[in-house]
């Protein structure tokens, strides 16, 4: 029953480079992030998308060199209107794998491994940059390609809630009567 379980930990992480036996130098790697990768994640804010990632390791005699540079498309929320839109992800990283007495993490970009490791999963590490690379402010490029619908909602619901903030207010009640007090005069 164990091997089994083996079996599939591997299938499931294809983004796993292999740090033992791999040659010394640079070694190049492509990878496709693709619908399925966001899906294996409850958590994700990211709903689908396809990006290129390319990966050099360049292994040295205590570290490894990850540089990923990242290209390609996610599906967002719109925070304006709510609707899907595509948004482009371009981004790069580079991060030093060191062999350590313990596994852990120095700093953002240093991650301690031990000798008696023999493969790295990237996936988090690739998830975590893909997220980082997002815009704070997720909105389709132009209002208008927004669901118009929902902005005009928005719209009139901002505007009827002006208004009972202006009726609900007793000293903007007196002051629009007295308004309307010397224009009648």
Known sequence: MQPELDKMKKEEHNFTIPLAGLPFGHTDYQYVIDDKFFEERDYSEVKKGVVNLHLGVEKMETMFVLALNFE??????????????????????????????????????????????????????????????????RT??????????????????????AEEEKNDNPM?????KELKDKLDK
């Open 72 to 137: 390609g498309k996610v599906v967002l929320q719109c925070d304006r209107c709510g609707d899907d839109y595509e948004q482009k992800v371009e981004d790069s990283a580079e991060i030093y794998l060191k062999y350590g007495a313990e596994k852990g993490d120095e700093n953002e970009d240093v991650i301690m491994i031990t000798k008696n490791d023999s493969d790295f999963d990237l996936s988090d590490l690739i998830y975590e940059y893909i997220i980082l690379s997002l815009p704070i402010h």
């Open 140 to 161: 389709h490029d132009d209002e208008s390609l927004c669901n118009q619908e929902v902005l005009e909602r928005l719209h009139n619901f901002s505007q009827s809630e």
């Open 172 to 176: 903007w009640a007196e002051m629009m």
